[in-house]
């Protein structure tokens, strides 16, 4: 971060007055800011997002020494005359474009792919909640001790520090897999079709697997791989890397021994992913109840 806090001491030195002591205390916050965002979110461990590189802080002091500058201009004494117009008013930023969809869904397009939808953070009600996955609504019913984390996933309810069963719920379903799990060395992209991807996924080396099957989801084709994560591997569980996407970093194993039902439903040539997993020691019964809240999947 020594390349922004140069330009912070640049802009400063600009702004050394005691007019401009509001734009140095926007340099405060946005670097106080840059310091404490955390780099990953935190909750369940079996998804990782991309960490902020290096660029990405650049861009972001860049755009606070932006600001500080306009600041700064707008505090200037206008140079119209008596009767004239104050300073130009700063026009508003043009919306920044979203990344576009997918190339896996099997009908391409230039919009942008809608966000995720999933129940608010916290305890799962008994019944039934609507969700929003790749721009495509439907509901899934769950039992009694389900949480969400409001973004990408559910997870079953377990002692502290401990997992039992869980859900990615992808918005964009993944691009690859990686060719070398431990190493993290992502392998080409999969085809645009669903059996594309589930064939791609169910030969990650190092693991085992059964499928793909061709199954149905809520009046939907689909395909079912279960994959079987091994006990032991040259790395731990949170560094053996399954899938990627090019607008997330990767899925990697929760605990070395777990098993991932991946589901892959295409909805009129939409591809929907969702990734079950139970850990190792949990038991038929909660594999079961991960299999019926896919089987109760309704979509709209």
Not at 109 to 129: C, D, I, W, Y
Request: proline fraction near 8%.
């Amino acid at each position: 971060m020594s390349a922004d806090r140069d330009t912070t001491r640049i802009v400063r030195s600009w702004l050394r007055t005691d007019e401009h002591e509001s734009a140095n205390r926007i340099v405060d916050d946005v670097l106080a800011l840059l310091d404490t965002t955390p780099q990953r979110r935190a909750w369940w461990p079996a998804w990782r997002f991309a960490e902020m590189n290096t660029y990405a802080k650049v861009a972001i002091a860049a755009a606070a020494v932006l600001v500080v500058a306009v600041v700064g201009l707008n505090m200037l004494p206008g140079s119209a005359g008596v009767g004239g117009s104050g300073p130009t008013p700063v026009a508003s930023p043009s919306p920044t474009t979203a990344p576009s969809a997918s190339p896996l869904a099997s009908q391409q397009s230039s919009q942008p792919t809608p966000a995720a939808v999933l129940p608010p953070a916290g305890k799962l009600a008994f019944g039934r909640h609507d969700l929003m996955l790749n721009g495509v609504s439907f509901s899934l019913a769950v039992p009694s001790g389900w949480n969400s984390n409001g973004t990408f996933g559910i997870d079953k309810d377990s002692d502290p520090g401990s997992f039992r069963a869980g859900f990615i719920l992808w918005n964009d379903p993944a691009d690859g897999i990686f060719s070398d799990p431990c190493t993290q060395k992502e392998g080409p992209p999969v085809g645009p079709s669903g059996a594309d991807l589930a064939n791609a996924i169910a030969n990650v080396p190092g693991t085992s697997a059964i499928g793909p099957t061709d199954v149905t989801v809520g009046g939907y084709p689909a395909k079912l791989v279960v994959v079987k994560i091994p006990d032991v591997a040259a790395c731990a569980a949170q560094n053996f890397y399954l899938w990627w996407d090019e607008e997330l970093s990767g899925r990697y194993a929760t605990e070395l021994g777990s098993t991932i039902r991946v589901w892959i439903i295409d909805v009129n040539g939409t591809l929907i992913q969702i990734d079950g997993e139970t850990s190792k020691d949990a038991g038929a019964d909660v594999g079961q109840e991960v299999e019926q809240i896919v089987d109760s999947i309704q979509f709209k």
